[in-house]
């Protein structure tokens, strides 16, 4: 047997041993029996990609720490989107509408903030609902301020064009 197929082999029979504490654990934070195993499936990802060489001890403390990391991420975004609808809610006229019509804006605003790229959309969460100043942020992701004031701009012209 190689020592590729023994690593593979401890691995396997780590996840299953360890699957149901780790997927409890997400299912604890977030509620939500697919999302926990998503996460969890994403975790264990990370886990193979980063840390296979490790030891047992090492693998259950990179787990714990990535998928906390993540449930934690996720429900950050989710209030983050809260926030968008509501201050896109506050920006719009207050006219009455047909429940119709704000349903698809709103799901069209969604839609414009999930299809940023990544960075103008952390830069956009950290500026705007977090209240950071650029050079907070700059500081927080290891960039330049002056990047951060492009990203920031970016991510603005961006949710106007749609």
């Not at 983050?80 to 609808?85: L, N």
């Not at 509408?97 to 952390?122: S, T, W």
């Not at 830069?123 to 992701?141: G, H, I, N, P, S």
Request: with cysteine; net charge negative.
């Amino acid at each position: 047997m190689s020592m590729e197929s023994a690593d593979i082999k401890t691995f396997e029979r780590f996840f299953k041993e360890n699957y149901s504490l780790y997927y409890f654990t997400a299912y604890h934070l977030l509620g939500d029996e697919e999302l926990s195993r998503d996460m969890v499936g994403e975790s264990v990802e990370l886990l193979w990609r980063n840390c296979r060489d490790g030891s047992v001890a090492e693998w259950r403390s990179f787990l714990y720490t990535t998928l906390r990391n993540k449930c934690i991420d996720y429900l950050r975004h989710q209030e983050v989107r809260k926030k968008y609808v509501a201050f896109y809610l506050a920006m719009t006229p207050e006219e009455v509408e047909e429940n119709d019509e704000e349903e698809e804006r709103m799901e069209m605003l969604i839609h414009r903030l999930d299809a940023l790229p990544p960075l103008p959309r952390r830069v956009l969460d950290m500026c705007y609902f977090e209240r950071k100043r650029y050079q907070e942020v700059a500081v927080e992701l290891g960039i330049s301020s002056s990047y951060v004031k492009k990203l920031m701009m970016k991510a603005l012209k961006l949710l106007r064009e749609g």
